[in-house]
C-alpha cells in the first residue's frame, strides 16, 4: 500500500474512533449522571411525593427530563444509542490492524522471541479471553459483591498487564490492554444491555410488568463502562510519553497505576 494512501487510512480511521468514542462515552455517563440524580430525588422524596423530573438548561432552552416505569409510545419511535460504541470498536481494530498486525511494533525481539503471528494470535486471544472472565465473573458470586468484583477486576488486569508487556512490545502491550477494555464495553453494550432493553421494551409495549433485574442488569453494565472508559483514554495516551510508560523499566506496573487512577477519576466524574 502506497505511504501516503495508508497514511490518510490510519488518519481518517483515527478520527472516527476518537470522534465516536467522544459520543459513546459522553452519552454513557450522561445518562449515569441522569440516573443518579433519579435515585437522589427518590432519597429526598417529601410526603407531597417524589420529584419526577430533572429540569437543565442548554443552548439556549430549559429541558425536563422524566423517568417512565412504562412506555407511552410505540417501539418504534422509543431512541437507541447503539452504532457509536460499535462505530469506536470497529474503528479501533482496523487501528490495530493497520498499525500493529500490518505494521511494525508488534513484537519485540528483546522481549521475547516470537513471530508476528503468534503476537497477532496472542492480542485477538486476551480480548476474546479478558470478556469471556469478565462476563463469567458478572455473572457469578462475584458479580453481587463490588468489593470482591474490584478485587478481582485488579488481579485479573495486572495479570494481563504483566502478560503482555512479556511478549510484545511496550507500546503492543499497552493498547491491547485498551482494547480488552474496549471489546468489554462494546460487548457489554450489545450482548448484555441492548438485549435487556428490548426484553423490557417488548413488555412494556404489551403492558406487562417486565422483569426488575433487566433494568438492574443493564444499568451494572453500563456502570461497569464508565470506569472503563476513563483507564482506556489514559492507554492511548500513553503512546505520547514512552519514557514514562510503556518505555519504563516498570512498564506493566506503570500501566496498573495508571488504570488504577482511571478508575479513581471515573469514581470521581460519576459523582460529581
Do not use: C
Not at 74 to 96: D, H, I, K, N, Y
Not at 135 to 140: C, G, I, N, T
Not at 187 to 207: D, E, F, S, T, Y
Amino acid at each position: 500500500m502506497n505511504s501516503a494512501i495508508r497514511e490518510w487510512l490510519n488518519l481518517s480511521v483515527r478520527w472516527i474512533h476518537v470522534f465516536a468514542g467522544i459520543m459513546w462515552v459522553g452519552q454513557t455517563y450522561y445518562f449515569t449522571w441522569l440516573d443518579g440524580q433519579f435515585t437522589k430525588l427518590e432519597k429526598n422524596a417529601d410526603s407531597s411525593g417524589p420529584a419526577s423530573k430533572v429540569w437543565m438548561v442548554h443552548s439556549g432552552g430549559f429541558y425536563a427530563v422524566e423517568k417512565q416505569k412504562s412506555l407511552g409510545v410505540s417501539p418504534e419511535q422509543v431512541r437507541w444509542f447503539r452504532w457509536e460504541a460499535l462505530m469506536t470498536w470497529l474503528a479501533g481494530v482496523v487501528l490495530l490492524v493497520l498499525v500493529y498486525y500490518l505494521g511494525d511494533g508488534l513484537v519485540d525481539p528483546d522481549v521475547a522471541d516470537i513471530s508476528k503471528q503468534a503476537g497477532i494470535a496472542i492480542g485477538v486471544a486476551s480480548m476474546i479471553v479478558g470478556w469471556m472472565i469478565y462476563d463469567l465473573a458478572v455473572r457469578s458470586a462475584l458479580g453481587k459483591s463490588p468489593n470482591a468484583f474490584v478485587g478481582f477486576g485488579f488481579l485479573m488486569t495486572g495479570a494481563a498487564a504483566r502478560g503482555l508487556t512479556h511478549v510484545m512490545s511496550g507500546r503492543a502491550a499497552y493498547i491491547h490492554v485498551g482494547a480488552i477494555f474496549g471489546t468489554i464495553m462494546t460487548l457489554n453494550v450489545w450482548m448484555r444491555i441492548l438485549p435487556a432493553q428490548r426484553k423490557m421494551i417488548a413488555a412494556a409495549a404489551a403492558g406487562e410488568t417486565f422483569d426488575p433485574s433487566l433494568g438492574a442488569q443493564a444499568k451494572l453494565r453500563s456502570k461497569h463502562n464508565t470506569f472503563l472508559a476513563v483507564p482506556v483514554v489514559f492507554l492511548m495516551l500513553s503512546h505520547h510519553f514512552p519514557v514514562a510508560t510503556y518505555g519504563s523499566r516498570y512498564n506493566w506496573e506503570m500501566m496498573l497505576i495508571l488504570i488504577v487512577a482511571g478508575w479513581i477519576a471515573a469514581k470521581f466524574i460519576r459523582e460529581s
